[in-house]
């Protein structure tokens, strides 16, 4: 082995040996060493320095279990000039997330759901406009969500009970969802922005499905909203709770559904008898809603219809058929709002009318009471 081979064999095994004597520093392509990253704890605020304009703090903190928001504060509570924060979900420089700065005496802050049980790392340092030195304030404070994003973990609402929520954080998604009863009912959906701070919305969704949106509430600040539909019996909706504006939204809502029985169907098919020469009380229980109705005729001769608007906030309307279909109209009726309105008919002997009672337009929105007498004195 000749003189040079033999040095150069010796440069490596001394090389070698140094690498396994050294410890191995996690250190990034920007020259940013992880190792010395100090560990946070959460929800408490921490004081760092900057003792010099190059001068680098590291820090790491361990998100828990909870489905979570984690808020990063950063305070420039005494340095000299700006002071940047990075927030990385690795011990490496290309995984940054985001990054704060704050001025002067400035205060800059971010709130984002992040992974659970997982570490991230923190480095804050000079602005690179600046040769800021001097102190400042951090702290990663958790908010847990009150009320998860997915379908899947899905919040029940209960029937009938006004409840609070809170949008946690900006771009927060509150996915709730409820089971129909087996009643022919409408269930008005009433959202009540109570204290987020802009616009807010509800979906409704037919499935756990982004494709099925049935409808949308809106309720800008400190107004409520609803709307009442009928769905269908013995069924599972979800519903979607967001910010509707580009802005940054959170705050506390209420949110409510609520049953209303149907008391008369809105079909032929399951359509209520009414009794000759009686008053009958009923109700249009929610807009759009249709009551239909049957009677039979004792004998020939001329029957009066008398229709009374005892509540109803609006114009409401009726028609009578000779037979169970719509197109078979004999005569109709409009009345206003606490008034009544009679018109005779001549009608068969032992034979089964059908009548609806609706809004008169599809664009009022109509409840209340109303009556019907039929009469064939």
């Given at each position: ?215 949308r509430i809106y309720a800008s600040k400190s107004i409520s909203a609803s709307k009442g539909l009928k769905l269908s019996k013995k069924h599972t909706y979800y519903l979607i709770v967001q910010k509707d504006t580009d802005t940054s939204v959170e705050g506390k809502y209420k949110l409510k559904i609520s049953e209303i029985k149907d008391d008369a169907p809105d079909s032929f ?54 037979e169970k279909d719509v197109t078979q109209v004999l005569g109709d009726m409009y009345v206003f709002t606490t008034s009544k309105s009679s018109k005779t008919f001549k009608l068969k002997a032992n034979h089964t009318y059908y009548m609806s009672v609706s809004e008169f337009s599809e664009y009022d929105n109509v409840r209340g009471a109303y009556s019907i007498t039929i009469n064939?004195?």
């Amino acid at each position: 082995m000749n003189k040079k081979y033999k040095n150069a064999l010796g440069i490596i095994i001394i090389m070698s040996l140094i690498v396994t004597i050294i410890p191995y520093n996690i250190v990034s392509a920007e020259g940013l060493n992880y190792n010395l990253s100090s560990q946070l704890e959460l929800n408490k605020q921490v004081t760092g320095e900057l003792k010099s304009i190059d001068d680098i703090n590291y820090y790491k903190f361990t998100t828990t279990s909870n489905d979570s928001f984690y808020e990063i504060e950063l305070r420039n509570s005494e340095a000299t000039d700006g002071v940047n924060l990075y927030l990385y979900s690795e011990n490496d420089s290309t995984t940054q997330s985001y990054y704060l700065s704050a001025s002067k005496s400035g205060i800059d802050s971010n709130v984002q759901k992040l992974e659970r049980n997982h570490t991230y790392y923190i480095v804050v340092k000079s602005d690179i406009y600046c040769s800021s030195i001097g102190k400042y304030k951090i702290m990663v404070n958790e908010i847990k969500d009150d009320v998860p994003d997915t379908y899947k973990d899905s919040v029940s609402l209960p029937l009938n009970k006004k409840k609070t929520y809170t949008l946690d954080a900006d771009g927060d998604t509150d996915i709730f969802k409820f089971e129909t009863t087996k009643n022919d009912s409408f269930y008005n959906i009433e959202l009540s922005n109570s204290e987020a701070n802009d616009e807010i919305r509800v979906e409704l969704y037919y499935s756990d499905d982004l494709t099925t949106e049935l409808t949308r509430i809106y309720a800008s600040k400190s107004i409520s909203a609803s709307k009442g539909l009928k769905l269908s019996k013995k069924h599972t909706y979800y519903l979607i709770v967001q910010k509707d504006t580009d802005t940054s939204v959170e705050g506390k809502y209420k949110l409510k559904i609520s049953e209303i029985k149907d008391d008369a169907p809105d079909s032929f098919n399951k359509c209520v008898s009414i009794p000759l020469n009686k008053k009958k009380t009923y109700k249009l229980d929610m807009d759009g809603d249709i009551d239909f109705f049957k009677f039979k005729t004792s004998k020939k001769g001329t029957y009066t219809l008398t229709l009374a608007n005892k509540s109803a906030n609006d114009l409401i309307s009726t028609q009578i058929y000779s037979e169970k279909d719509v197109t078979q109209v004999l005569g109709d009726m409009y009345v206003f709002t606490t008034s009544k309105s009679s018109k005779t008919f001549k009608l068969k002997a032992n034979h089964t009318y059908y009548m609806s009672v609706s809004e008169f337009s599809e664009y009022d929105n109509v409840r209340g009471a109303y009556s019907i007498t039929i009469n064939n004195k």
